[in-house]
């Protein structure tokens, strides 16, 4: 197995991914759940280590954390583009997570891969309903 396929296979969990495949998706909205659950870790990885919520991270704070990520190494075949790509990836999933949260009525540290896949379905479906209605 390449380093590369190694450090992709760390960002979900067997389980995670399971449970996003299962669910009533495109593959469009499983890689946002996918991207939104790694987030989701990373981001309490970061706020524990900004010892701060979530919720008062700075879109710096994560791009210096992406930048220090060791799993993200140019000699596990990733660049500075791919990590200020991830680094926007991981802020840009602030807004759904922050949605997910509010609706939960709970802080984003609190949420669980069930909640997040479960919302992503969830507007998935609505998108799909509302796409059958206007045609």
Request: charged share 20%; with cysteine.
């Amino acid at each position: 197995m390449s380093d590369f396929q190694a450090a992709s296979e760390q960002f979900l969990t067997p389980e995670e991914c399971a449970e996003v495949d299962i669910a009533m998706m495109t593959s469009r909205d499983r890689f946002s759940a996918r991207v939104a659950i790694y987030s989701l870790r990373s981001l309490k990885q970061i706020a524990q280590q900004y010892e701060q919520p979530i919720a008062q991270l700075k879109p710096q704070q994560i791009a210096n954390w992406v930048e220090q990520d060791p799993s993200l190494r140019p000699e596990n075949g990733f660049d500075q583009s791919f990590k200020n790509f991830f680094a926007k990836l991981v802020i840009s999933s602030l807004n759904p997570l922050t949605q997910i949260a509010s609706e939960a009525g709970i802080a984003i540290e609190q949420l669980t891969v069930p909640q997040v896949v479960s919302w992503f379905e969830q507007m998935a479906k609505q998108r799909i309903e509302q796409e059958q209605s206007s045609s």
